[in-house]
């Protein structure tokens, strides 16, 4: 699986931005079957769960980014977005995108969980 995401960049404090996350599945195998996540890092600390949906399209939010941010997933065209409004500055990161298909759902927000991620998108925030 090659995740490649897209994106990111400046923008001010209360601005959008709208992240994209293209997955190159195997033959045969349903880019529907991956749950998809995001996770983001800034330097010196941990990667950082932000997002992830299911299969089933069930959504799953960090408390920091709850009524903010919203995820999706385009399966005919194997792709999941995060839409990230009312940005603050402590939302400055690379946000990774990551995917597996043996996520449970209370294990979701654990970076250990995913085998795959994308090469990141820096997203800037100016005050």
């Known amino acids: 699986v090659q995740l490649q995401a897209s994106g990111g960049g400046l923008v001010q404090v209360g601005g959008s931005l709208r992240l994209s996350c293209l997955a190159s599945?195997?033959?045969?195998?349903?880019?529907?079957?991956?749950?998809m996540s995001w996770f983001r890092q800034t330097p010196g600390k941990e990667r950082e769960f932000v997002s992830a949906?299911?299969?089933?399209?069930?959504?799953f939010y960090a408390d920091s980014v709850k009524g903010r941010f919203a995820i999706s997933r385009d399966n005919a065209k194997n792709t999941v977005y995060l839409q990230m409004n009312s940005l603050k500055p402590e939302d400055a990161a690379v946000y990774y995108c990551?995917?597996?298909?043996?996520?449970?759902?209370?294990?979701?927000?654990?970076?250990?969980?995913?085998?795959?991620w994308g090469q990141g998108t820096q997203v800037t925030v100016s005050s």
């Open positions: 990551a995917a597996d298909r043996q996520v449970i759902v209370s294990s979701c927000f654990r970076a250990s969980s995913y085998d795959y």
């Open positions: 599945v195997p033959s045969g195998v349903s880019f529907n079957s991956y749950v």
């Open positions: 949906i299911n299969r089933g399209r069930s959504a």
